[in-house]
């Protein structure tokens, strides 16, 4: 449970495209999540939506999808030269919107954390952590295009490079490379 009132939780998505930005906040994706027919009326998350390559029931889907993970294999890795690397990767036009780029690692790397505490991670739950604001940039400094970690799991420019397809593809790619210890039986 969060100790900030509802008010001042931060938001998964500041959509930023242009001079148009629009916030997204969590409760928005869960009802998402939650709605049978894959429908939201929220600005930003419809146009997100829209653009992503996915249908919606696909986003829904995906953003929901559980991955079992090991948390001391997942921090192992997001703590790695490895892991550093991918998350500066990933967070190439995402990143924490007050701080900009100083902060995008570690916040991204805190958020998939804390989703990997009871064993299981999903896009659902790195979004709930997220410590920050966060903001997809479309302008002079960043191109608004994110770097799918699920390389040919994805078809054509928008499911390859659109947020929605980054939250979707995130999870899979921390459970593939999570660092497992080989566990010693003793047995030859």
């Known amino acids: 449970m969060s100790a900030l009132p509802v008010s001042a ?12 930005v629009w ?27 829209a653009a992503s390559g996915w249908t ?9 999808k559980t991955y079992n ?13 490895d892991g550093v690397k991918f998350l500066q990767d990933q ?9 900009q780029k100083a902060t995008a690692v570690q916040a991204l790397r805190s958020a998939i954390i804390l989703a990997s505490v009871d064993g299981k991670l999903s ?15 479309d302008n002079n400094d960043f191109d ?14 928008a499911q390859c ?7 979707v593809f995130l999870p899979a790619s921390i459970q593939a490379n999570q660092v497992m210890d080989k566990v010693n039986t003793g047995r030859k």
């Open 9 to 20: 939780q931060p938001s998964p998505v500041r959509w930023n495209s242009g001079g148009a």
């Open 23 to 49: 916030t997204t906040k969590f409760s928005d994706f869960n009802d998402f999540l939650k709605s049978k027919d894959a429908y939201s009326n929220e600005r930003g998350l419809s146009s997100g939506l």
């Open 56 to 64: 919606a029931k696909e986003v829904q889907a995906g953003l929901s």
């Open 69 to 81: 993970v090991d948390l001391v294999g997942v921090s192992r890795y997001l703590y790695s030269k």
């Open 91 to 99: 967070t190439r036009s995402y990143f924490p919107y007050w701080a």
């Open 123 to 137: 896009s659902a739950a790195i979004m709930k952590n997220l410590p920050v604001d966060f903001r997809l940039a």
């Open 144 to 157: 608004g295009k994110q770097n799918i970690s699920a390389k040919g799991k994805c078809q054509g420019a």
């Open 161 to 167: 490079s659109s947020l929605l397809s980054w939250y």
